[in-house]
């Protein structure tokens, strides 16, 4: 396969989990302009445990994403009481603090002759795992893609449980799943966990594969196009966000169409989508109609037999 | 497609840690081209790996926006070798001005990826 392409799919893959943060944190009302700090979270947290810990490449995912969910999930609980518009004022500000922090923060190891660690707005370079351990990029597109196909199925099957009926029932109306007897406190901590956990595995995926990290990578641009994907994909499956990544990196940047102007394109598209779809694409009611579609229709009723 | 699958599976439950090891270092300067159009750049790459000029090798030259990561690169180009021992050259077709990430990969006697971030104007 083109080596350009493998890097494309690769970049659809890894971005795609921020798509899917945003869209859990969606499934329950919250709109978030900050996930991108749970993004670059999760890359600083698996490159200091491979490139400085040494620790192998699947501890160093599992802890981009740990420090990722923990980070996500009190966030989460210091901003239950907000909602709407304030929710996500406070989640683009916990962002911008988290950006300005990782610029002001040094912590570089002598590592073999050579400093490994963060450098403030320098960044952090040499996460040379894959190239190290001979991974080649085939074989690492191969792994994101196997990851975010696990992810998506997990979602999709976590959505028929009772738990994420439950989830998308706040997100309509917390009030009344409140009303209703629903813990909403302890169901949207749990949302933002896994929204950061999933922001966490993309950003530490996207460390290794780049090999260099900076705070400036992780600023609101990274976030609205995290959110946009779900808006534009839809908020009826966790297909939605993959289908928005899939129109903006896959159709618009690939096709270098618009070139520089792909930005003010994109941001046309994202305002054409909300006032056409106002759910996205992918939205609850076009799933509806699929689900009622005759060959899956025929496969339910079978098995309400 | 299975055995790249595997590979990947196995790389993923069995490699061992992160180890240190002789890399490539690289340092890249880029100049407008006259008379071509916005945003063309022609860069010099000297590559060098523990001390010494590393030749032979070929580097595919990438670039992306830090500002927007995955979202916004350009196609990368094959650098070709100067006379100069080390040193190489690649003509750069950027979207627009501001600091981009250049990414080097380097295969032939060693594989690494460089990541060098210019500001062009």
Redo the contacts between chains.
Sequence with gaps: MD??LI?VLS?IG??SFLGLSAYVLLLTGGISFGQQAFFGIGAYAAGIA??IW?????MGLAHGAAVGALACAALGAATLRLGGLHFAVATLAFAEMMRLLLGMWRWQVD??G?L?GPAGTD?F??I??I?????SE???F??IW?LLAAAVVLLMLFERTRTGMVWRMIGKDAELARMLGVDVVRHRIAAAALAGALAGVGGAL?AHL???I?P??F?P??GI?GLAYGIIGGLGTPLGPLLGVVV??GIL?SSRLF??Y??IVFGGLVAVILVWRPRGLLDEAFVRRLRGWRPFRSTLEEKGR | MMKGLKMATLALAFAGPGVAWAQVNADVACEPVDGQQRFVYDCEIMLSEQGKPLEGATIQVGADMPSMPMAHNIAPVTASALDEPGRYAARLKLDMAGEWALRLDVSGPVRDRVVEVLNFE
Excluded: C, K
């Design positions: 080596p350009f890097a970049n890894m971005i491979t490139a040494g620790w192998p490449l699947w590592i073999a050579r490994v960044g370079r040499d040379r795992y190239f190290a351990n001979g991974i085939m074989q690492y191969i792994l196997l996207y780049s090999t260099y900076e400036g990578m600023d641009m990274l196009h903006d990196i940047e070139s520089g792909r930005m």
